[in-house]
């Protein structure tokens, strides 16, 4: 396992490489203001017989953004481009969390041929709601005063959202999501996703349905999971993407909130390297 910083177009970007080189290609995609720290425990999981790639999305984690307005299509490229500089042409199978499920959407719309499967996290675009963190952070004043000055309880409030088991928001965690949020350009870079995405109300509709319909035009076999305690896109939210892609395998865990692949670690990397395996024996 190596982690390094490419240069890509003339940026950094950040990327963890795991596995035999000619094992089936994951792509794991971490959520919004997150880093590929949050796939630690599944990258040893899954490299004993894949090839991991996870990776800081640009602007966020310790990558350099593009030199372009922050939208899922931006951050989409940049994990594109970031596969070119490592040279992987296969379609790989992209794995998303969160905001990570979105722009893995976004990235089968606009390359189908380098998409092999879809595993959807918890993945946004799929409803209006979200946790109200997120919404506070969309109101113009008060989110660039929350996001310019970051505390270790603000965002020890934020971690512990995120799992049904709070004791999994250790001081590590928290040390870790205060560096990233002082980085500098990170509070800048927050706002310009948030203004992109949504309103104090919610998840804007537009860029939604837009997202679904580019997507299902190039369908793909897929896997969509979500945790049953998710307080920052709730479970609801499951139900409408099991709506929105009718042919999706799908998997609720239990007592589980919205990063299963840190809660349910075992149960997580199974799921995922039987559904991989059976897109690559299928073809």
Known sequence: MSTE????EGRGV??????????????????IARSL?????????????????????PGFGFSTRRAEPATLAALARGVLSALDALG??????LIGNSLGGAVSLQSVALAPDRVASLVLVN??????EVSYILRML???????VMLNRPTKAGLGHAERALYADRKLADKERIVHSLRLGRRPGAAAFMAEIMHHLGTFRGVLPQWRAELLAAAAAHPRPMLIVWGDRDRILPPSQFDAAKRAFPDARTYLFANTGHMPHIERPDEFAALIGEFVDGVVSSR
């Open 14 to 31: 950040r990327v963890q490489l795991a596995g035999p080189v000619d094992g089936p290609p994951l792509v794991l995609i971490h959520g």
């Open 5 to 8: 910083t490419l240069t890509v």
């Open 37 to 57: 720290e949050d796939w630690n425990l599944q990258v040893p999981r899954l490299s004993a017989t894949h090839r991991v790639i996870a990776l800081d999305m």
């Open 138 to 144: 969309a109101i113009p004043f008060l989110g660039r």
């Open 123 to 128: 993945s946004a675009g799929f409803g209006a």
């Open 88 to 93: 992987e042409t296969r379609p790989v199978h």
